[in-house]
């Protein structure tokens, strides 16, 4: 099912009609997004049309020092780019992507799965084109700007590219002289807008990473929606505009942050929702209830409420290991978790232990804390799992 796990990405850019700190406010706005990957990190930063790169691979604060971030200078737009490679990580992927054409430079950021990706590459392939990596971002890349060449302005072109993308996606894509902000038609990836108090217009995969830099969030964008920030003001075009949105549900699950606002919920309340239910539909007899670190606590803390079982923290974290769902091979992930939760025993030592996580993926994760739930004197472990059973491939 799981041979291959698509990148999973999170995306910010802003807009402002004058020349301030864009870059220092991407890199607070990644670095609220370092959850959602691990592996690299990139910021372009564009100043009235001249665009200042600097991308690697590592964590935001390894990839970008003060040095760096003086280096990208300050302009009147940028985007940022935090990611995990599916495979080996390589610099060549490393977003965001940016762009030369006979009509000028667009950089694009992107966080998503296309279901058709190798079909259009192979297709413009054949066309001539050349590739420099394995990513969708370059094949989208080249779909907005096969149309740029026929198109009066950069939003027409990416309308007209989104006709042939099949999948999940959101983009940022900044050209010399706008930052337009895309969904997919049906939603499955977030993305929202925010406000600074200076006007400037803010874009993110979620909203946690607006509360960084002060921003109020205004919305999140409509499924299928192209929001275009330019010198002419805010435009909104839902020529793709689906009826519905499709949310991934991992995101409520287990990508999001706690504090993040999608759809109108906190992720934390959902999550303390699915708890509650989880007690009202698979109650036991027990002495304690205790999560899975992180996002399995709030689940375990609606758990402990509805059903009256006492709940106690069971498990200290070491924060240097990084997610072992998204990190790209097996045995990487299953060394993280040797070395990620550590038992406090005195909390489980001889008592009926209530174990809640958020989610089954791979079951890397699920028969080793038991284990050390039984080793530290557990004297039974009644796993408790907020989400639906995980039963068919997803491809998004």
């Known amino acids: 099912m ?22 220092g406010k991407v890199y607070h706005g990644i670095y609220a997004l370092q959850h959602r990957g691990q592996e690299s990190c990139g910021i372009v930063v564009n100043d009235m049309g001249l665009f200042t790169q600097h991308r690697d691979l590592g964590l935001v604060p390894e990839v970008f020092t003060k040095e760096s971030i003086e280096k990208l200078g300050r302009g009147n737009m940028a985007v940022g780019h935090v990611m995990n490679n599916s495979g080996k990580p390589d610099s060549a992927s490393v977003q965001p992507t940016l762009i030369k054409h006979v009509k000028g430079q667009m950089a694009l950021s992107y966080n998503g799965c296309l279901v058709n990706a190798m079909e259009l590459k192979r297709q413009y392939e054949l ?16 779909a907005i700007t096969e149309q740029r060449l026929n198109s009066k302005s950069i939003e027409e072109a990416v309308l007209k590219a989104m006709y042939n993308l099949r999948g999940a996606y959101c983009l940022l894509v900044m050209s010399p002289r706008k930052l ?36 109020k969030l205004i919305r999140d964008l409509l499924p299928g929606e192209v929001v275009v920030a330019g010198d002419s003001g805010i435009t909104s075009i839902k020529e793709h505009c689906g009826e519905k949105s499709s949310m991934c549900v991992f995101e409520f699950v287990y990508f999001a942050r706690p504090d993040s606002v999608l759809e109108g919920t906190t992720v934390q309340t959902a999550r303390k929702k699915a708890g509650e ?88 994760t699920s028969i080793p804390v038991v284990n050390l739930l039984r080793e530290a004197g557990a004297s039974q472990v009644h796993m408790r799992i907020s989400s639906p059973p995980y039963m068919h491939p997803c491809y998004f």
């Open 2 to 23: 799981f041979s291959e796990i698509k990148e999973e990405c999170g995306i910010f850019g802003i807009y402002n009609n004058m020349e301030s700190d864009v870059a």
């Open 127 to 142: 066309g001539g084109a050349i590739f420099h990596n394995s990513t969708d971002a370059e094949v989208i890349a080249y």
């Open 180 to 215: 337009i902000a895309v969904r997919d038609p049906d939603g499955l990836k977030p993305l929202c807008m925010g406000k600074c108090a200076d006007g400037s217009i803010v874009f993110a995969s979620e909203s946690c990473a607006l509360d960084i830099i002060d921003a």
């Open 277 to 364: 239910i989880l007690a009202a539909e698979h109650p036991v007899e027990a002495d304690v209830v205790i999560g899975v670190p992180d996002s399995g606590l709030d689940a375990a803390i609606g758990y402990a409420e509805k059903s009256g079982i006492p709940y106690a923290i069971g498990f200290i974290k070491n924060r240097y290991v990084g997610r072992t769902f998204i990190q790209p091979s097996q045995s990487e992930r299953e060394h993280s978790v040797k070395i990620k939760l550590n038992v406090i025993r005195e909390v489980v030592a001889g008592k009926r232990v209530v174990l809640v996580d958020d989610s089954v993926v791979r079951g890397t």
